[in-house]
């Protein structure tokens, strides 16, 4: 474990921002139990939690009823932060109709899967179907729908999936200036199926980072005062816009590089549940 957090810092924590899945959450979708518990005690301090995660906002609120959260939370990636439990948008982020509308022109003729990401459910088409079995968007709720053209201008992210590695290639060739001025897009290997190709479009200037500076500035919590606690690549911007960085055990290399602290436990282990320990024994000093 590295431990390179002064102790003063960790007594002025005011906010801690949970990644979800490989961080906060195990491989069955549940937070540990020790986590929990000192998530309740560190509330009794003052300390307010959130989530800034990848998934849609539907899919992220069980865990902020067991926490028993009562702060915006960040979902798609910075794309969307809205108020739990009042359920009131605050910021979302939506990819303009053209290039919606281009995306979905492309992929039919180059016969890939596409469906749109709206704030409460992923939307797909009878001959998208499939596309629910492809992605990998944990704990989303999935609505078929006759066509896309009531949904063009209400899209935080355009996902395309196919198994044709050269297809999803082609059209990101195909999907160029200028309709990608603008946008923020990533290709990508499944996670845990190798044979399945990803990209995603966003609008640019949304990520968990801008998310955390969103949120901090509705809180008026400043950015040394935030600790976030991650595992993966779409981590990487909250560390470069909060005071301490946490990484658990399992966390890849980059993480752990910029991190200020590295658990020992995994997610499967309840990892978070050490750096929070940290924490309050520190306040619990005061």
């Avoid at 005011?14 to 979708?29: A, C, H, P, Q, R």
């Avoid at 992210?157 to 044709?164: I, L, N, P, Q, T």
């Avoid at 200036?177 to 479009?201: A, Q």
């Amino acid at each position: 474990m590295e431990n390179k957090i002064d102790s003063s810092i960790l007594r002025n924590i005011k906010l801690i921002v949970f990644d979800l899945d490989g961080t906060l959450l195990n491989n069955n979708n549940e937070i540990g139990h020790e986590t929990i518990d000192l998530v309740k005690k560190l509330r009794k301090m003052s300390v307010r939690f959130s989530f800034a995660s990848g998934r849609l906002h539907s899919a992220i609120i069980d865990h902020a009823k067991t926490l028993e959260i009562q702060t915006p939370l960040i979902s798609l990636d910075g794309c969307l932060i809205k108020s739990y439990p009042e359920e009131k948008i605050l910021f979302e982020s939506f990819v303009p109709k053209r290039y919606v509308t281009r995306a979905i022109e492309l992929a039919d003729k180059l016969l890939l899967k596409i469906a749109l990401c709206q704030p409460e459910a992923i939307l797909y088409t009878e001959e998208n179907s499939i596309i629910q079995s492809l992605l990998e968007k944990y704990g989303a709720k999935y609505q078929e729908v006759d066509d896309y053209n009531s949904y063009l201008k209400s899209t935080l992210e355009v996902v395309v999936s196919s198994d044709f590695k050269d297809g999803i290639k082609n059209f990101m060739t195909k999907m160029n200036f200028p309709y990608t001025f603008g946008l923020t897009y990533s290709y990508y290997k499944s996670y845990s199926r190798g044979d399945i190709y990803y990209y995603e479009i966003r609008k640019n200037g949304s990520n968990k980072g801008t998310g955390i500076q969103k949120l901090a500035k509705y809180l008026g919590i400043k950015h040394n005062n935030i600790a976030a606690i991650g595992d993966w690549h779409n981590d990487r911007e909250m560390f470069d816009v909060v005071g301490v960085k946490v990484a658990v055990a399992n966390a890849i290399n980059e993480i752990k590089y910029h991190a200020d602290f590295i658990c020992d436990r995994t997610n499967n282990e309840d990892g978070t549940a050490e750096f929070l320990k940290l924490v309050y024994d520190e306040k619990n000093k005061k």
